[in-house]
């Protein structure tokens, strides 16, 4: 029996990937399994004014910090969100955002910094010989983190694209793509180029009918692919005072699980959408994401060589 410790969007949050980290002590799992956006979305500025004090805006309002050890807590409290942040004089401001490149630049230093952190911690606290560990990209994450995780195989940290590995006598896929978003990230692709994608995926298994879906995406038309429908302007929309949801997932992902028949489906990509579905004899598990809560959502799955024995969600 191997029990399964698998969670998604991190987001840049410390304080989630310290709560993952732990989690093999504490559930005593056999695989720890970190699939999907791993990186932040937002750079906060932290000025520092003439008269010794520090300015920055977040969490809704303006911060005015008066001594070292008040920026260092504003900080660690922005890491512990998912934010990345950059101490600036009011000219190293303006500089910035006279130049978009250097900023996106910056944010990208920002991520590799933060992911190699976190990565050391993993390494230190975890005997990635004896835990099978997995780290994966996704849709959100820029291409120049895949050679940082890949940087620690000879540490026994799995970066699983383009693998296949196996798990208790099970094939295992993995795939960080999703279809087209409103966001346009880095890692889309348009349903028929996708279904072609996972296609070649599966035709490494040997038997995918007992192999485990490890796919970001979620698939359409499920619990796991709820989001809220948008506005040309990218607002959500309301009507009678209740945001409105529709399905956002992949078709193509459910064709290819619909067909095939995995053992159970892994995924992530639409936080407010956590949750288990299934899709023939398939399950089918998104745990959901409040990462900019310092929250851990996670399922523990349970598989012997037989097939799925049994999932249930944590989070904390």
């Given at each position: 029996m191997a029990k399964i410790f698998f969670s998604v969007d991190v987001h840049g949050s410390t304080l989630v990937w310290r709560k993952w980290i732990r989690a093999q002590e504490l559930h005593k799992v056999d695989v720890l399994i970190l699939s999907g956006d791993l990186t932040g979305k937002v750079l906060v500025p932290i000025i520092k004014h003439p008269d010794g004090t520090w300015t920055a805006r977040y969490f809704g309002r303006r911060w005015v910090l008066k001594s070292e050890s008040e920026v260092r807590e504003f900080e660690q409290r922005l890491e512990g969100s998912g934010a990345y942040y950059v101490r600036v004089t009011e000219?190293?401001?303006?500089?910035?955002?006279?130049?978009?490149?250097?900023?996106?630049?910056?944010?990208?230093?920002?991520?590799?910094?933060?992911?190699?952190?976190?990565?050391?911690?993993?390494?230190?606290?975890?005997?990635?010989?004896?835990?099978?560990?997995?780290?994966?990209?996704?849709?959100?994450?820029?291409?120049?983190?895949?050679?940082?995780?890949?940087?620690?195989?000879?540490?026994?940290?799995?970066?699983?694209?383009?693998?296949?590995?196996?798990?208790?006598?099970?094939?295992?896929?993995?795939?960080?793509?999703?279809?087209?978003?409103?966001?346009?990230t880095p890692r889309e692709m348009k349903d028929k180029d996708l279904e072609k994608h996972l296609k070649k995926l599966v035709d490494k298994l040997k038997d995918p009918s007992n192999a485990i879906f490890n796919f970001h995406c979620p698939p359409h038309g499920t619990h796991l692919d709820l989001a809220p429908k948008l506005t040309k302007d990218l607002r959500p929309v309301v009507v009678a005072g209740m945001v409105q949801y529709e399905h956002v997932g992949s078709k193509a992902v459910k064709k290819i699980i619909k067909k095939y028949q995995p053992i159970v489906g892994l995924h992530g990509h639409i936080h407010e959408s956590g949750g288990m579905d299934k899709i023939g004899r398939t399950v089918v598990l998104n745990p959901g994401s409040e990462y900019s809560e310092g929250v851990l959502k996670a399922y523990v799955v349970e598989i012997d060589r037989e097939g799925l024995k049994n999932y249930w969600k944590l989070e904390g």
């Open positions: 000219e190293e401001l303006e500089e910035l955002k006279n130049n978009p490149d250097k900023v996106t630049q910056l944010m990208n230093e920002k991520m590799v910094e933060r992911l190699r952190k976190w990565l050391d911690m993993l390494v230190e606290h975890i005997d990635t010989r004896k835990v099978m560990t997995i780290v994966m990209p996704g849709n959100d994450d820029e291409f120049i983190i895949d050679d940082v995780i890949k940087e620690y195989s000879d540490r026994g940290v799995i970066y699983p694209l383009d693998k296949v590995l196996e798990i208790e006598g099970h094939e295992m896929i993995s795939s960080p793509y999703v279809n087209p978003t409103p966001w346009n």
